[in-house]
C-alpha cells in the first residue's frame, strides 16, 4: 500500500494546493488523477470586516479537480496540466455561494543535456488571500474580497549548464491581478513584469554561489493621477546567493541583497524613491520518512491592499501610501504517524511597514483624531491551518481541522476597517483515483 498523503484545508486552496499535489503522488506512474472532496465547515466571520457586523454561518464545500502529466518524444517533453473548482456554499450568508477555479499549467523541454526551457501558467480565480497573493512575491492583499477576481501568474525559466561548475538561470514572469470589490480595484489591479538572471558557480558538491539580478516593473490600472500614476514603480533587485546540502536529508538556499526602488514622480507629491534590504531564503528538512519541515523568508518592498490615500478623510493628496516593506515568513510541518494517519500545519505571518501616507487627522468616520503619521505605520496578518488526515481505503482519506486568520494595524486607533479575526472548523472526505 501506498503512503498516505495528507490532505489540507479545502476552506483555502493555498493550502489545499499542497494536498492536491501531494496527493497526485500517490498515483505514482498514472499520467492522470480524478480527484473530488466533500466537506462541512463552521465560519464564525464570514465577512472579515471590522464595518459590517460579525456574522458566522456552517455551510458546505464541493472540489473535483483533475491532473495530467504526459512526457513526449521519449521524455525530452513533459507536459503538465492541472484543474481544481471550489464550490463552498454558506447557510447564513447574503451571498450563498462562492465559486473559485484554480488551474496550472507546465511545459518543459530539455534541448540537450546542458539547456532546459520551462513555460509556465498558473490562473486563479478566487475570494480569499491565500489564493490571490501565492506566487505573486507576497501576500500584498490580507482581506477577502467579495466577487470575481483573478490572478495570472505566466512566465519562463531558460537553465543552461555553462560549463562544468558554472550554470544560469534565465527567467521572465508576468503578474496579472484583476478586483470586482472597488476598494482592491483602484489600491491592487495591476499589472507586473519580472525579467531576472541568476549566475551561479559550484564551489563544492554541496554548495553553490551565485549572482542575482531582477528587474520589476510594476504597473497599476486605477484611473486618475492618485492611482494610476502615483503607486507605479521600478525595482532593481541585486543579491548574493547560496543554496547548500547540509546533508541528503536537510538543504538552505539563500539570496540576501539589495532594492532599489523608484516610484513615479508627481509633481508636488512627496518622494519615496529609495534602497530597501531584499531577502528570500527557504530551509527544507525530511526529518523522517514522508515527515518533512519547510519553511521560508521574503522581505521586500511590495504593494498593499490599502486605499492609496490612507484611511477615508485621512492622509494628505500629495503623500498617498506608495506600498509597503513588508517581511513574509511562512512553515509548513508534515508528519507521518503511521501510513494511514498523517498531520500538517501550514502557516504564514507577514509583517509591512508603509511607504508614504502622510498624516492622519480624522478616523474612517470623519471624527478628528490627534495627527499621526501613516508613514512607517504597521500592518500584519496571519494565518494557521491544521488538519489531521486518515487513509480510510487507497482511494479514500478522511480530514478534520482548523483555520485561523487574522489582521492587526497600527492604524486600529483611527477607525482602520481592516483589522478582524477569523477562526474556521471542517470534516471532509477526499477521494483520489
Known amino acids: 500500500m501506498k503512503n498516505l498523503i495528507p490532505a489540507a484545508s479545502f476552506l483555502t486552496l493555498g493550502a489545499a494546493g499542497i494536498a492536491l499535489s501531494t496527493a497526485a503522488q500517490a498515483q505514482e506512474g498514472k499520467p492522470w488523477v480524478l480527484r473530488a472532496g466533500l466537506s462541512g465547515f463552521y465560519n464564525d466571520n464570514v465577512y472579515t470586516r471590522s464595518d459590517i457586523p460579525k456574522q458566522d454561518s456552517f455551510g458546505f464545500e464541493v472540489t473535483p479537480g483533475f491532473s495530467i502529466n504526459h512526457p513526449i518524444n521519449d521524455g525530452q517533453t513533459t507536459l503538465s ?107 491592487l489591479d495591476r499589472v507586473e513584469y519580472y525579467p531576472s538572471l541568476n549566475l551561479r558557480y559550484l564551489l563544492t558538491p554541496t554548495t553553490s554561489v551565485g549572482v542575482f539580478y531582477q528587474y520589476g516593473v510594476v504597473d497599476f490600472d486605477g484611473s486618475g493621477a492618485n492611482v494610476g500614476i502615483v503607486r507605479d514603480y521600478t525595482s532593481h533587485f541585486i543579491a548574493a546567493t547560496i543554496d547548500h546540502d547540509f546533508s541528503p536529508n536537510l538543504k538552505a538556499s539563500l539570496r540576501a541583497g539589495i532594492q532599489v526602488n523608484d516610484f513615479e514622480d508627481i509633481v508636488g507629491t512627496v518622494e519615496q524613491d529609495g ?41 494628505a493628496a500629495n503623500d498617498p501610501i506608495r506600498g509597503s516593506a513588508a517581511t513574509t515568513a511562512r512553515l509548513t510541518v508534515q508528519h507521518s504517524f503511521t501510513q494511514k494517519l498523517v498531520a500538517s500545519v501550514s502557516g504564514i505571518y507577514q509583517m509591512g511597514t508603509f511607504i508614504g501616507g502622510g498624516t492622519i487627522t480624522s478616523d474612517a468616520f470623519g471624527n478628528p483624531i490627534p495627527a499621526t503619521k501613516v508613514d512607517g505605520a504597521a500592518d500584519s496578518y496571519a494565518s494557521v491551518d491544521a488538519n489531521l488526515a486518515y487513509r480510510i481505503t487507497e482511494n479514500l482519506v478522511g480530514r478534520v481541522g482548523y483555520a485561523h486568520d487574522r489582521v492587526d494595524s497600527d492604524l486600529d486607533f483611527a477607525g482602520d476597517l481592516r483589522v478582524f479575526s477569523r477562526n474556521r472548523v471542517y470534516l471532509g472526505v477526499n477521494f483520489t483515483y
Open 275 to 315: 534602497v530597501a534590504p531584499y531577502i528570500d531564503g527557504m530551509l527544507t528538512w525530511n526529518f523522517a520518512e514522508n515527515s518533512s519541515v519547510t519553511g521560508g523568508i521574503r522581505h521586500q518592498v511590495n504593494v498593499t491592499d490599502v486605499n492609496i490615500t490612507g484611511l477615508l478623510g485621512g492622509a
Open 81 to 187: 496540466f492541472s484543474y481544481d473548482y471550489l464550490l463552498r456554499y454558506f447557510a447564513d450568508r447574503e451571498k450563498n455561494i462562492d465559486h473559485n477555479h484554480l488551474v496550472d499549467a507546465r511545459l518543459t523541454h530539455q534541448f540537450n543535456a546542458n539547456n532546459q526551457l520551462a513555460v509556465y501558467d498558473n490562473f486563479a480565480q478566487a475570494q480569499e488571500p491565500q489564493q490571490l497573493g501565492a506566487l505573486g512575491g507576497g501576500v500584498a492583499q490580507l482581506l477577502r474580497a467579495e466577487g470575481t477576481n483573478f490572478r495570472n501568474i505566466v512566465g519562463a525559466d531558460w537553465t543552461s549548464q555553462l560549463s562544468e561548475r558554472w550554470s544560469s538561470v534565465l527567467s521572465v514572469r508576468n503578474n496579472l491581478f484583476r478586483f470586482d470589490d472597488p476598494q482592491f480595484k483602484s489600491s
